[in-house]
C-alpha cells in the first residue's frame, strides 16, 4: 500500500491471510482452505502471483530515488544533476618503438605486456631517428591496461624492421564500469553543481566529468598566503584523473571572477570573448603506503599464496603490482582502513590467522587506520608489502 509513510509492499504471506480471511466471510468459517484443500490451493496459486506484482510495485516505487535505485533507474537520475555513469574506460598512453630508420609503422601495430595485456598504436608514425613515439591504447577496457613504465616489451606481430618497444611511463586512464555504489556516492556530491562560484560548485563541476574520479577544493580565505603558499583569497582544486585543459575549462566556468585558481598545473582558457586566463590546478599527492603480515597457514594454502596476499592489498587500496598491472583502488581523501586489509588478507585461502600492521612509507607501522588528507591518495606497490606465511 502507498501512504504518507511511503510504499509498503504485501508479501505472499499478506496477501495468503487476507484471502483467506475473505474466503472465510463468503462462505463460512468451516470453510477448508487447508494446503490440500482446492480452495486452499487456488488462492496459494493466486496469491503467489500476486506477490510478484507487488514485488514489481515495489521496485518501480524504489526506482525513483536515488538510496533505493539500481542499475539503469539509477542511470535515468543522473542526467537530473548533469552527471551519467562512468563506463569502462581503456588505458591509454604512449609507446617508444626502435627499428629501421625510415620504415613507417602502420596504426594498429600491437605490442604486450609478458602477462598478455595488448595494446595497439593509434596512428601511423616514421622511425625518422630509428625511433618514435606514438599513442596506444588497451584492446581491452578496465584496469588490466593500467601498467607500470617498462611492462610492455613484446611486440606481437613481430617485423624485421621493428627491433623493439617499450612504454617510458606508465599507462593509466583504464577502469571498470563505475559501479551502483559509486555512482550514487559521485551523485550526491554533485548535487551542489546548480551553483556557481561557491567550493561545492566547484567541486561538483569537476565530478561531473566522466573522468574525473575525485576532487578536493582547498581556499584561502586569509589575506596573506597559507602555510602551503597559496594566496591570499584564492583556492586550489586538487583532481584525480580526467584531461588538464578539461578540468582547467570546468575551473574557468564555475568560478567567481577574480579569484585567482592556485595550483601546480597551469593552462590557459578563452572566455566567450576569446581572450585568455590562466588557470591553476594541482593532481592529488600519492602517498605511499606499506604493510606488514605475518600469516599463519594451513593445508589450503596456495603455492601462491603470498603473492595473491600482496596482490589483494594492492587491488584495495590501489597501486602497482609485481606484474606491473596498475589498481584504481581507493579514491582520494580515503583512509586506508585497518579492518578492511585484514578483510581482504582473510579472503584468500588457507589464511588461518595473521598479524598486520600498516602505515605510511614515510612512517612507522600501526595496528590502526592510516589516515589520507582530502588532496591525497594512498598507493602501494609490492615492494612496500612484506608477507611473512608459517605454519
Do not use: C
Amino acid at each position: 500500500m502507498l501512504d504518507s509513510t511511503g510504499f509498503k509492499r504485501l508479501r505472499f504471506d499478506d496477501l495468503f491471510s487476507q484471502m483467506e480471511d475473505k474466503a472465510k466471510e463468503s462462505f463460512g468459517d468451516t470453510v477448508n482452505t487447508s494446503v490440500r484443500s482446492p480452495l486452499g490451493i487456488i488462492l496459494r496459486i493466486f496469491a503467489w502471483f500476486l506477490a510478484i506484482i507487488w514485488s514489481t510495485a515495489e521496485d518501480v516505487y524504489n526506482s525513483g530515488y536515488i538510496p533505493t535505485a539500481t542499475g539503469n533507474n539509477l542511470d535515468r537520475l543522473g542526467p537530473q544533476v548533469g552527471i551519467s555513469r562512468t563506463l569502462a574506460q581503456w588505458a591509454a598512453g604512449s609507446l617508444e618503438i626502435t627499428g629501421t630508420i625510415g620504415f613507417t609503422v602502420p596504426a594498429g601495430t600491437r605490442a604486450a605486456t609478458k602477462s598478455g595485456v595488448v595494446f595497439e598504436t593509434m596512428a601511423d608514425v616514421t622511425l625518422t631517428t630509428g625511433t618514435a613515439t606514438v599513442a596506444i591504447e588497451a584492446l581491452e577496457s578496465g584496469v588490466s591496461g593500467n601498467v607500470a613504465a617498462g611492462a610492455i616489451s613484446v611486440v606481437v606481430n613481430p617485423v624485421p624492421d621493428i627491433t623493439g618497444v617499450t612504454n617510458v611511463v606508465a599507462v593509466t586512464g583504464g577502469r571498470e564500469k563505475e559501479t551502483d555504489a559509486e555512482f550514487r556516492s559521485r551523485f550526491d556530491l554533485s548535487v551542489a553543481g546548480g551553483g556557481a562560484a561557491s567550493v561545492d560548485a566547484l567541486r561538483g563541476a569537476l565530478l561531473r566529468m566522466p573522468t574525473v574520479r575525485a576532487a578536493a577544493i582547498i581556499e584561502n580565505t586569509g589575506m596573506t598566503k597559507d602555510a602551503a603558499g597559496r594566496p591570499p583569497k584564492s583556492f586550489e582544486a586538487y583532481v584525480l584523473g580526467g584531461d588538464e585543459l578539461e578540468i582547467s575549462k570546468a575551473i574557468f566556468a564555475t568560478k567567481s571572477g577574480g579569484v585567482e585558481a592556485h595550483g601546480s598545473i597551469s593552462k590557459q582558457v578563452a572566455d566567450l570573448g576569446g581572450q585568455l586566463h590562466t588557470v591553476k590546478f594541482s593532481r592529488a599527492n600519492e602517498v605511499g603506503i606499506k604493510v606488514s603480515v605475518s600469516v599463519t597457514k594451513n593445508a589450503q594454502y596456495p603455492i601462491d599464496g603470498d603473492d595473491q596476499i600482496r596482490s589483494a592489498i594492492i587491488t584495495y587500496i590501489g597501486g602497482e603490482d609485481a606484474a606491473g598491472s596498475y589498481y584504481n583502488g581507493l579514491s582520494m581523501g580515503a583512509t586506508v582502513v585497518y579492518t578492511r586489509l585484514i578483510s581482504v588478507v582473510s579472503n584468500v585461502e588457507g589464511v588461518e590467522d595473521m598479524i598486520l600492521t600498516a602505515g605510511k612509507t614515510s612512517g612507522g607501522l600501526g595496528s590502526s587506520n592510516v589516515p589520507i588528507q582530502v588532496y591525497e591518495v594512498a598507493r602501494a606497490r609490492a615492494a612496500d608489502i612484506m608477507v611473512n606465511s608459517h605454519v
